[in-house]
Protein backbone atom coordinates (compact mmCIF):
# COMPACT_ATOMS: atom_id res chain seq x y z
CA UNK A 1 0.00 0.00 0.00
CA UNK A 2 1.32 3.53 -0.73
CA UNK A 3 2.06 6.31 1.77
CA UNK A 4 0.17 9.17 2.89
CA UNK A 5 2.31 11.41 1.28
CA UNK A 6 2.52 9.56 -2.52
CA UNK A 7 -1.32 9.41 -2.07
CA UNK A 8 -1.50 12.76 -1.68
CA UNK A 9 1.18 13.54 -4.71
CA UNK A 10 -1.45 11.49 -6.50
CA UNK A 11 -4.30 13.71 -5.60
CA UNK A 12 -2.55 17.04 -6.28
CA UNK A 13 -1.72 15.89 -9.91
CA UNK A 14 -5.48 15.27 -10.54
CA UNK A 15 -6.47 18.79 -9.29
CA UNK A 16 -6.83 18.72 -5.59
CA UNK A 17 -5.52 21.35 -3.38
CA UNK A 18 -4.47 21.53 0.25
CA UNK A 19 -7.83 22.99 1.74
CA UNK A 20 -7.01 23.14 5.50
CA UNK A 21 -5.16 20.80 7.85
CA UNK A 22 -5.67 20.02 11.72
CA UNK A 23 -3.74 17.99 13.61
CA UNK A 24 -2.19 15.25 11.03
CA UNK A 25 -5.34 15.39 9.52
CA UNK A 26 -4.93 16.92 5.80
CA UNK A 27 -8.18 17.88 3.69
CA UNK A 28 -8.06 18.13 -0.04
CA UNK A 29 -10.70 19.67 -2.09
CA UNK A 30 -10.92 19.28 -6.06
CA UNK A 31 -12.69 23.41 -7.07
CA UNK A 32 -13.32 21.68 -10.24
CA UNK A 33 -15.41 18.67 -9.17
CA UNK A 34 -16.21 19.52 -5.87
CA UNK A 35 -14.99 16.04 -4.10
CA UNK A 36 -13.43 16.31 -0.56
CA UNK A 37 -11.03 13.72 1.06
CA UNK A 38 -9.20 13.20 4.40
CA UNK A 39 -5.52 11.74 4.26
CA UNK A 40 -3.82 11.55 7.70
CA UNK A 41 -0.39 11.76 7.47
CA UNK A 42 1.18 9.46 9.12
CA UNK A 43 4.19 7.75 8.84
CA UNK A 44 4.38 4.31 6.88
CA UNK A 45 1.81 2.52 4.75
CA UNK A 46 -1.81 4.00 4.76
CA UNK A 47 -3.96 0.62 5.49
CA UNK A 48 -5.55 -0.68 2.42
CA UNK A 49 -9.27 -0.04 3.36
CA UNK A 50 -8.35 3.32 4.11
CA UNK A 51 -6.27 4.26 1.44
CA UNK A 52 -9.29 2.97 -0.83
CA UNK A 53 -11.75 4.70 0.98
CA UNK A 54 -9.74 7.85 0.06
CA UNK A 55 -9.85 7.11 -3.69
CA UNK A 56 -13.78 6.59 -3.40
CA UNK A 57 -14.07 9.65 -1.68
CA UNK A 58 -12.29 11.41 -3.89
CA UNK A 59 -13.79 10.18 -7.23
CA UNK A 60 -11.30 7.33 -7.79
CA UNK A 61 -10.88 3.98 -7.84
CA UNK A 62 -7.68 1.70 -7.56
CA UNK A 63 -7.51 1.37 -11.22
CA UNK A 64 -7.61 4.97 -11.25
CA UNK A 65 -4.64 4.90 -8.69
CA UNK A 66 -2.79 2.14 -10.56
CA UNK A 67 -2.35 3.89 -13.66
CA UNK A 68 -1.38 7.59 -12.56
Not at 11 to 18: A, H, Q, T, V
Not at 42 to 64: M, Q, R, T, V, W
Amino acid sequence: MPTAKEVVRFLKKKGFIEKRQKGSHLVLENPGTGFRTVVPMHSGDLPKGLFLKILKDAGFNLKDYLEK
